[in-house]
């Protein structure tokens, strides 16, 4: 036991009796595990730690740059949202010019168009007056036509100009052509033939044709001053009788056309021109 006395003027006097027992060893304080595990690098660690001052410090200091951060993203997006509407305002002046340039451009395309189809509708004009005046022609019945009357008709089918047999003839023009084809006189009546040309032309030429038998022939000249083909051949017959013309026209001061035609030999009686009775012509001079 050890006896602790208490002297005046703080003094303490402690009186250490004798050992309680005899072993010779002695009994270390008791210290908590969590202390004697502290080592050198721990103390080391906590001596290098800052102090609360410099906790404050270093957060204002992180708050002002953060501050700055956020002023220069805040300056930037403002500079970038400028640089948008610069650019969209670009975007869109662009595509006004754009679309005012393809306005244009599909307005001279257009134009274009017009001025093309009216030169092709010209051109067309031309070339077809030029194949009315060319030096060949040609042309074909697209379908059988009937006269029933005494009068010389043409020979034409409104269907078709091409079906006009005709010759476009100018002022001193020379034409030979050859006209050939099918008619069908009525079994009581018979046809006739004949070319109308320009007043003071001279056709010369002949005429070939069947007599209602089919099998022979008959040849006749062709009137001088056009008209009528003086003939009795294609006779009273149901039967389909052939034809061929050939001649020459010269013409003199008057333009005008030398026509094709039929007629019937008795009034209020059909006769047929066939389909496919055709004209050719070459002009000479």
Not at 174 to 187: K, Y
Not at 223 to 232: H, L, R, V
């Amino acid at each position: 036991m050890s006896d602790i006395a208490i002297i005046a003027d703080d003094e303490i006097i402690i009186n250490i009796g004798a050992p309680t027992s005899d072993s010779g060893s002695e009994t270390d304080p008791t210290v908590p595990a969590h202390v004697k595990a502290i080592t050198t690098q721990n103390i080391a660690d906590w001596n290098a730690k800052a102090d609360a001052a410099s906790v404050t410090t270093e957060a204002t200091a992180r708050a002002a740059a953060d501050t700055t951060l956020q002023n220069n993203i805040t300056a930037e997006a403002s500079t970038r949202s400028s640089a948008d509407t610069a650019l969209q305002n670009n975007i869109t002046a662009e595509a006004s010019t754009r679309a005012t340039a393809d306005t244009s451009l599909q307005n001279s395309i257009v134009a274009e168009g017009a001025a093309r189809v009216s030169a092709d509708n010209a051109l067309q004009l031309d070339i077809n007056n030029r194949l009315l005046k060319s030096d060949f022609i040609g042309r074909v019945l697209t379908a059988d036509i009937s006269n029933s009357t005494t009068s010389l008709v043409d020979v034409l089918n409104t269907i078709n100009t091409i079906s006009d047999l005709h010759i476009p003839m100018g002022i001193n023009d020379i034409w030979e052509f050859e006209i050939s084809g099918v008619i069908n006189p009525a079994s009581n009546t018979g046809a006739r033939l004949g070319i109308s040309i320009p007043a003071g032309a001279e056709l010369t030429g002949y005429v070939l044709g069947s007599t209602s038998s089919n099998q022979a022939f008959r040849e006749v000249p062709l009137p001088a001053a056009g008209g009528e083909i003086a003939s009795t051949m294609w006779s009273q017959t149901a039967t389909d009788l052939i034809f061929h013309i050939k001649g020459t026209i010269f013409n003199s001061d008057n333009a005008g056309n030398a026509q094709f035609k039929f007629r019937s030999a008795s009034a209020g009686v059909s006769i047929t021109m066939k389909k496919g009775t055709n004209l050719c012509a070459r002009k000479l001079t």
